[in-house]
């Protein structure tokens, strides 16, 4: 059974930076897609980036700007640079691996199927 272990959460000050880890117990070359999502008391589990097989990446208009993921394939890990931590951005942050019916997730949003145990992100402002 694959396992998916973040790291890297903490707390900071608002303009601070984070940057989450995401290692996986099994190789990430079947996954279509990596990703990253927050969820804050009280509100839905929301995606926040994404890592298309292609290369492709797409962002959640909240951390465009200031959010990049990034994968070092030959360690099975993932990446979330936060810069400019906002007062809205704590949350806890679960790391994914998501799936789609053909390559590249052309059409489709990835089906997101394993998950980490997520990693809590403080902000004070």
């Known amino acids: 059974q694959v396992h998916l272990v973040e790291s890297g959460g903490g707390w900071v000050q608002a303009g601070g930076s984070l940057r989450l880890s995401c290692v996986t117990s099994a190789s990430i070359y079947n996954a279509n897609a990596l990703g990253w999502h927050r969820q804050a008391p009280g509100k839905q589990r929301e995606l926040v980036a994404t890592l298309i097989e292609t290369g492709a990446v797409v962002y959640a208009d909240a951390v465009k700007g200031r959010f990049a993921i990034s994968r070092d394939t030959a360690k099975n890990e993932w990446y979330l640079q936060m810069n400019n931590l906002k007062p809205e951005d704590p949350a806890v942050y679960y790391c994914?691996?998501?799936?789609?019916?053909?390559?590249?997730?052309?059409?489709?949003?990835?089906?997101?199927?394993?998950w980490g145990q997520g990693t809590q992100v403080t902000v004070s402002s």
């Open positions: 994914a691996t998501g799936m789609c019916s053909g390559y590249g997730c052309r059409g489709e949003v990835p089906s997101y199927n394993i």
